[in-house]
């Protein structure tokens, strides 16, 4: 029985070739043991067509190793991806695309303009493009494949080619993908961290106000990373909008002068941030016009308070962040302060987000710094002066805001008082509604 049976099948070899996979196999080659059921249908090898044309995708499709549903799974496309198309096969077809080659149902893609040539259908072009979004980089163009690196909002990248809705970007030395909605040309310098410079820079000495004696000013246009390494190691995720920074040339260089990043004091801390996500002037309102309420923002998550309840301190030269209902009392106390001793009170800090907190307390320890997610500045209703002398415990400036703050809502906690072991003269909380 075995017997007849081989030379059945090779009789029927001989007329022709049978297919197996995407090929073409001697019938010499094949054992009896290689023939087993399959769930891909055996047809002749007259239905195999060889073609060269591209087709698009009008669904998300899979691409499978044979002509089978159940055949091994090589990868999907997306909607509209253009795939070219080298054998037709029945209700397949063979497809090349994202450097992969398989089997797609015919009915899946729709025949596009023919070609008889191997022209990429890949445009050249060369500008810079502002990432849009938070986002990510992918190896081919499917949100499916790898991603190659995240690309930040505000990320000023180099556009080498596009491909129907796809861009190839080349951004901190590596090439790749991304959907052309993602991306906005613009003429801004790339702000590539590169390979060197923007090393982590250590600062000591006693933590103190955002000034440190700097006076090169500036804004964040949005939220913004602030980084320990220039690119590379994150060190606050959640800088707000319109927070002052203040660019330190000098601890700038000594990290190495990277072109595009900036070295800066902010939040009672420093890092690197990217230059062109700075502005010389706060954009930030300057009155409660929304008629927010302590008490509405109090039901926030604390250092999570949305910029629609921030407003900016209008008097103060750095238009600190503090929350809506809290400057109107804040600028009463001021007003009676400057009366008093001639000049404006000086805010070192008001509103600070979780990021902060955090980065804070691991920094600091609790003897300076509060339980992330307990101190009153994550509500933006605490204000902090500068540590400086005249506002030390024992000026006339400290004893005159105790005694009369609490008539315009603000309080010096009794927590804080001279001789505990908390002890801060130039913290106060607002308690107004």
Do not use: C
């Amino acid at each position: 029985m075995k017997s007849r049976l081989k030379q059945k099948f090779a009789a029927v070899a001989a007329s022709g070739a049978m297919l197996a996979g995407v090929g073409f196999v001697p019938a010499q080659a094949v054992s009896v043991s290689a023939i087993q059921p399959s769930s891909t249908v055996v047809a002749p090898a007259s239905t195999l067509k060889t073609v060269n044309y591209l087709a698009k995708a009008n669904r998300t499709v899979r691409m499978m190793s044979s002509r089978s549903r159940s055949a091994t799974l090589i990868r999907t496309f997306s909607t509209n991806y253009t795939l070219r198309v080298d054998r037709e096969y029945g209700s397949w077809v063979r497809a090349r695309g994202g450097g992969k080659v398989g089997w797609i149902a015919k009915a899946h893609l729709t025949r596009t303009t023919a070609t008889t040539t191997s022209t990429s259908p890949i445009t050249t072009v060369s500008y810079r493009a502002s990432v849009n979004r938070n986002t990510s980089m992918y190896a081919s163009r499917s949100t499916s494949s790898k991603k190659v690196q995240t690309m930040f909002r505000g990320t000023v990248a180099q556009v080498t080619g596009t491909y129907g809705s796809w861009l190839r970007v080349r951004h901190n030395g590596k090439t790749g993908w991304m959907p052309s909605s993602h991306l906005t040309r613009t003429s801004a310098a790339l702000n590539n961290p590169g390979v060197t410079g923007g090393k982590e820079v250590k600062i000591s000495g006693k933590y103190t106000s955002n000034r440190a004696g700097l006076t090169d000013r500036y804004w964040s246009k949005s939220a913004i990373r602030l980084y320990t390494v220039a690119g590379r190691k994150v060190r606050i995720t959640d800088i707000p909008a319109n927070s002052v920074m203040y660019r330190d040339i000098v601890n700038e260089r000594r990290g190495g002068s990277l072109p595009g990043w900036y070295f800066v004091r902010t939040q009672g801390t420093w890092g690197w941030v990217q230059a062109h996500m700075l502005q010389r002037t706060s954009t930030a309102p300057t009155s409660n016009s929304r008629g927010i309420t302590a008490a509405q923002v109090k039901r926030q998550t604390n250092g999570r308070i949305p910029n629609s309840m921030l407003v900016a301190v209008p008097w103060d030269p750095e238009k600190t962040l503090i929350a809506a209902p809290a400057l109107a009392d804040l600028t009463r106390l001021n007003n009676a302060f400057k009366k008093r001793f001639g000049h404006n009170i000086d805010i070192d800090l008001i509103y600070r987000t979780r990021g902060t907190q955090d980065h804070l307390y691991r920094e600091l320890g609790p003897y300076i710094a509060a339980v992330p997610g307990t101190s009153i500045h994550g509500y933006g209703m605490a204000i902090d002066v500068p540590e400086w002398t005249k506002y030390n415990f024992e000026s006339a400036r400290f004893k005159w805001l105790k005694a009369n703050s609490h008539k315009y809502n603000w309080i010096h906690p009794k927590r804080l008082e001279k001789g505990s072991p908390y002890a801060e003269y130039w913290h106060f909380e607002y308690v107004g509604r």
